[in-house]
């Protein structure tokens, strides 16, 4: 059973920094790009960062790029997202996800955790 468990998230004030990760099991981890998506308060899932399989290549929505880091440890199934210079507007419940882009913000795409709230605000 594909078991994703999101953690990290929490309060921060604009232009704080937070890290989330998410452990991973059930598939082989080291074989499957990883994607970090998110949900903010009325909106859609929206695509943040993608790390492929080996985690040589990475890839970011224009909004995060050059703030946020993806990154993973495929030794212990573990992804990672180091967020810097937070903003209000990456406020959003963080999940990871078991492909690239175009496979996690597929409506047939069903492998979720339960997220990590992120909460960005003086």
């Known amino acids: 059973e594909v078991q994703l468990v999101e953690s990290g998230g929490g309060l921060v004030q604009p232009g704080g920094s937070l890290r989330l990760s998410c452990a991973a099991s059930?598939?082989?981890?080291?074989?499957?790009?990883m994607s970090w998506v998110r949900q903010a308060p009325g909106k859609g899932p929206e695509w943040v960062s993608t790390?492929?399989?080996?985690?040589?290549?990475?890839y970011y929505a224009d909004s995060v790029k050059g703030r946020f880091t993806i990154s993973r440890d495929n030794a212990k199934n573990t992804l990672y997202l180091q967020m810097n210079s937070l903003k209000p507007e990456d406020t959003a419940v963080y999940y990871c996800?078991?492909?690239?882009?175009?496979?996690?913000?597929?409506?047939?795409?069903?492998?979720w955790g339960q997220g990590t709230q992120v909460t960005v605000s003086s």
């Open positions: 059930g598939f082989t981890f080291g074989s499957y790009d």
């Open positions: 790390s492929n399989s080996g985690g040589g290549s990475t």
């Open positions: 996800a078991a492909g690239w882009r175009l496979e996690v913000t597929s409506a047939r795409y069903n492998y």
